[in-house]
């Protein structure tokens, strides 16, 4: 423990004493420009290549990052390092990885009630304030620079440094120069609309360069008579690259860049430099792009070489300023003292803390921390999570800024599909859902659910852990339904038969995380079932419903339409009998599975369905449906049931074009193969034997749902059938 204080004590006097390399001193100024920024590291390493120490540093957006990294000392192929191994659609995305998803978001999702989301409270349907919360952003940035304190002044930095923002509310310059550094680089760069603002001493920040994108005149007024600005530009977009809501803003905000930046480069006189990186058609948000930077960033120093060279040092005045500016880079980690949490409306702190505290009296695992918070912003209930240290010696306390999503507790969901064969059948299916999170301080949840269409759905569940962070619940449920199932001979559809149930549940399960969920209980209710229109095929009942049922479901699939990696299966047992109420006596079980594999840009989804029941004559209600897209292709739905099902079913499938952020994912070619051997007994118009199909299909992963378009053949019947379909409709 003397050891560590020690080594803190000499890295905050070093801190205290930043580099003076030149008489006069030599400010630093890199401009903002979104992707385009990571140019100024190409110019970082030819400077550092000519012997260009410096005094301070000063930046804007992108500018802010780079500048502040390089004032915390971290070396420039660290800096190279993370830029090269970053996941920008990751860091960019408004959305958790689905691997870190909470089971029952994973489920709302793969069943399409999610497309839409929406808050509500006093009386208003509320939206989310911007379209990037910033989670994976900001790690990204605690990352890179290696440190999450809260510093008193950006001066005690190994080298002074200052990030532009703008007051969202008056427009006016806020100078940024204390407190966490990652949290001045994200204010710095938090572009309107597309980023949410950043709140600091009750001001609302965003992108300083709104007002000062090239801050010259800030740059000389903190350490240099002397200036070197690297100057990125921000031309406008072609009209053609114009297809969001989010590049509309942004081309509005390149417009007002040019104005103020053309006012700071007015500025620089014969003593300064400036270096002027050309990045072509490389926009501010094209950050798969962002590696073509570097080297266009160094072609342009070396361009400017000459007016540069008059900043150079000899070599043992530079590798003193270097070290010096290197020192405080990963400095020990204290142990942590406290946990505290701020910012929380209607999430308990003890929820938060809670899943923390194995950290106190330790010294910090970052690795711990983050998978922690991880698991807390994957539960839905956060915009953002972000942590800093308060340092007190070789002791810290963990200072939590959480912030819930402004539109919760109670969220709206809107989803479900359609589907349709072109010849004259198909299904449809509207989904609207309320969710109330933290009814309670145990983390109590109610869902409502209401599906309109083939199926006629309404569905309550209240889910009740059963303690603070507990993996143990109840889940009482309210569930009534009436769905139309189509009845086929031969091909021919001879009957719509109609379904009707009632059911009321209490089950006991285990959340397994992100994992799944393995749940028991019993149902009650009653069952309706007759002859919507054509023949007579299934007899009419009317009968009591009661029956014990236990089910396990696991989903590490990566994407639940379009996946490229990952598993998922589900078994469900029911026993239906009199002891629980059952007029019938019988029991089903079904186990579904998929995995998904990925070779570059090609991916292959191989599944099995395997339903049934040892009594081997079931229902007519209970047996499966099939037929329709990826469930025997060349069939209609509805057109194939039986008793006993083992299906095989294979897809390969290739994303041939990405789409906007602002519509999906991408757009997809593909092929399945589907084999089946159905089982049917003493049941009119029920199939027996071996099935197979094949089909092709174009596909398109959007915001609203999966889409298909494709075509399915079976050799069985030898008929070409198309099929549509969008979203989830059943």
């Known amino acids: 423990m003397f050891v560590r204080c020690l080594v803190l004590l000499m890295c905050c006097l070093m801190q205290t004493q930043p580099a003076r390399a030149v008489d006069g001193g030599v400010a630093l100024v890199l401009s903002g420009g979104g992707a385009r920024g990571v140019a100024h590291i190409g110019v970082l390493k030819v400077m550092e290549q000519m012997r260009i120490p410096v005094d301070c540093v000063v930046g804007t957006s992108m500018g802010a990052i780079v500048a502040a990294a390089y004032a915390a000392g971290v070396p420039l192929d660290e800096m190279e390092r993370q830029v090269r191994a970053a996941d920008w659609d990751a860091i960019f995305a408004n959305t958790v990885a689905r691997d870190l998803q909470p089971f029952r978001e994973k489920q709302d999702a793969s ?121 990125l530009g921000t031309p406008p977009m072609a009209r053609e690259r114009l297809q969001s809501a989010t590049d509309i803003v942004l081309q509005a905000i390149n417009l007002a860049l ?141 200072h939590i800024e959480a912030a819930e999503k402004s539109w919760g507790p109670t969220f709206l969901r809107f989803g479900g599909g359609l589907s349709a064969d072109f010849e004259g059948d198909g299904a449809v299916g509207l989904y609207a859902g309320v969710s109330r999170r933290w009814l309670n301080r145990w983390g109590a949840r109610l869902d ?25 619940f109840l889940a009482p449920s309210i569930e009534a339904q009436a769905r139309a199932t189509p009845v086929y001979v031969d091909g021919k559809k001879l009957a719509d038969y109609k379904v009707r149930e009632r059911t009321l549940g209490l089950d006991l399960g285990y959340e397994m995380g992100e994992w799944g969920e393995a749940r028991v209980g019993l149902r009650r209710g009653t069952q309706r079932a007759e002859v919507l229109a054509g023949l007579a095929l299934y007899p009419s009942v009317d009968l009591h419903t009661g029956w014990l049922e236990a089910s396990a479901t696991l989903d ?51 599944g099995a369905l395997v339903s049934g029941s040892p009594d081997r004559d079931l229902p007519a209600v209970a047996r499966t449906v099939l037929g329709g897209p990826f469930l025997l292709s060349g069939y209609r739905y509805g057109e194939l049931t039986a008793d006993q099902v083992f299906l095989l079913r294979g897809a390969w499938y290739r994303r041939i074009s990405k789409l906007p952020d602002s519509l999906g994912r991408g757009v997809y070619v593909g092929a399945t193969y589907e084999w089946a051997s159905l089982r049917a007994y003493a049941s009119a118009g029920a199939d027996d034997g071996i099935f197979r199909s094949a089909s092709l299909f174009v596909g398109a992963d959007t915001v609203l749902g999966p889409l298909y378009l494709g075509a399915g053949m079976s050799p069985e019947i030898n008929e070409l059938r198309f099929f549509l379909q969008f979203g989830q409709p059943y």
């Not at 698991?375 to 999570?385: A, C, I, P, Q, T």
């Not at 469900?572 to 059952?582: A, I, N």
Request: net charge negative; with cysteine; glycine share 8%.
């Open 556 to 606: 590490r699939l990566d994407s639940p339409f379009f996946p490229r990696r990952g598993y998922a299966a589900r078994l469900r047992v029911e026993r239906h009998h009199q002891r629980f109420g059952s007029d019938q006596d019988y029991t089903l079980t079904a186990l579904n599975g998929s995995a998904a594999f990925s070779y570059q840009e090609h991916s292959a989804q191989v």
């Open 258 to 398: 040019e104005q103020n930046v053309a006012q700071q480069l007015a500025m620089l006189g014969p003593d300064d430099a400036l270096v002027q990186v050309d990045l072509g058609t490389i926009t501010s948000m094209d950050f798969d792009r962002v590696l073509e930077t570097l080297p266009q960033g160094e072609a342009a120093a070396r361009q400017a070489a000459p007016e540069l060279a008059r900043f150079s040092v000899d070599a043992d005045t530079f590798e003193a300023w270097q070290r010096q500016r290197q020192a405080r880079w990963r400095v020990p980690e204290p142990v942590v003292r406290e946990v505290r949490v701020d910012g929380l409306r209607y999430v308990p702190a003890d929820a938060v803390v809670a899943r923390l505290q194995a950290l106190e009296g330790r010294p910090l695992d970052r690795e711990a921390l983050e998978a922690s918070i991880d698991r807390l912003y994957s539960g839905g209930d956060f915009e953002r999570l972000r942590y800093s240290l308060v340092r007190d010696g070789a002791v810290a306390d963990l």
């Open 111 to 231: 069943r399409n009630r999610t497309a839409l989301s929406l808050g509500y409270g006093n009386g208003r349907v509320l939206l989310p304030h911007s379209a990037i919360a910033g989670q994976e952003l900001d790690r990204f940035l605690q990352r890179l620079i290696g440190s999450a304190d809260a510093l008193s002044n950006f001066d005690t930095l190994a080298l002074p440094f200052r990030a532009m923002a703008t007051d969202l509310e008056t427009g006016a310059l806020v100078v940024l120069d204390d407190g966490p550094l990652w949290r001045a680089m994200r204010a710095s760069m938090a572009v309107p609309g597309v980023f949410l603002p950043i709140e600091r001493e009750g001001r609302l920040l965003v992108d300083g360069g709104l007002v000062l994108n090239l801050p010259v005149d800030e740059g000389r007024r903190l350490c240099g008579s002397r200036v070197i600005a690297v100057n």
């Open 448 to 472: 409502a659910d209401l599906q309109l269409g083939t199926t006629n759905r309404f569905r309550t569940e209240l889910y009740q852990p059963l303690g603070l962070n507990a993996a143990w």
